[in-house]
């Protein structure tokens, strides 16, 4: 009977030994943010800012009303609030490009926005923010490609890169 009270004990102080030590080595790391993944309507709608010079999508609550396309180009004109720019988030869609139309493009699939302000001078980066926005924003219908027409003229139909 002392060999087998012997043996429970050493399996019993293993144990113990092993539940102390499982957490050992483990490290804290700060938050690890990525992009938003986003699949179908979603209770908030979003606006595309920029993360490190890279698209990250902020969600704002909709309210149980569902925002345009060309309502959601108003919010991102006015670019990132208090909290989105303590997180770093910025924006680089000029504030006086709008108001916007979005209107379903005559000869080619995919949506026309046509703005107040000048379309041709943005960058890269701006012109992801807005059509990806303008995507996100319409996706219950076929929004891509997006064409840009602006007071300067128009840039060629544009896919968000995040699709």
Do not use: F, H
């Amino acid at each position: 009977m002392s060999r087998r009270r012997g043996a429970r004990a050493s399996l019993a102080v293993g144990l113990l030994v092993a539940v102390l030590t499982a957490g050992c080595g483990v490290r804290p790391t700060d938050v690890i943010t990525g992009r938003s993944a986003v699949s179908g309507p979603s209770a908030d709608g979003g606006i595309y800012l920029i993360a490190d010079g890279e698209l990250a999508l902020a969600l704002r609550p909709v309210k149980n009303i569902p925002r345009s396309p060309a309502e959601t180009l108003v919010l991102l004109a006015a670019g990132p609030d208090d909290s989105e720019r303590d997180a770093g988030l910025t924006s680089e869609v000029p504030s006086d490009i709008g108001p916007a139309a979005v209107t379903p493009s005559a000869d080619q699939p995919g949506v026309t926005v046509r703005m107040k302000g000048a379309v041709l001078p943005l960058s890269t980066l701006a012109v992801n923010q807005i059509v990806c926005t303008v995507t996100l924003a319409g996706q219950q219908g076929n929004y891509a490609p997006v064409t840009l027409v602006g007071s300067d003229g128009t840039r060629p139909p544009w896919s968000c890169p995040l699709d």
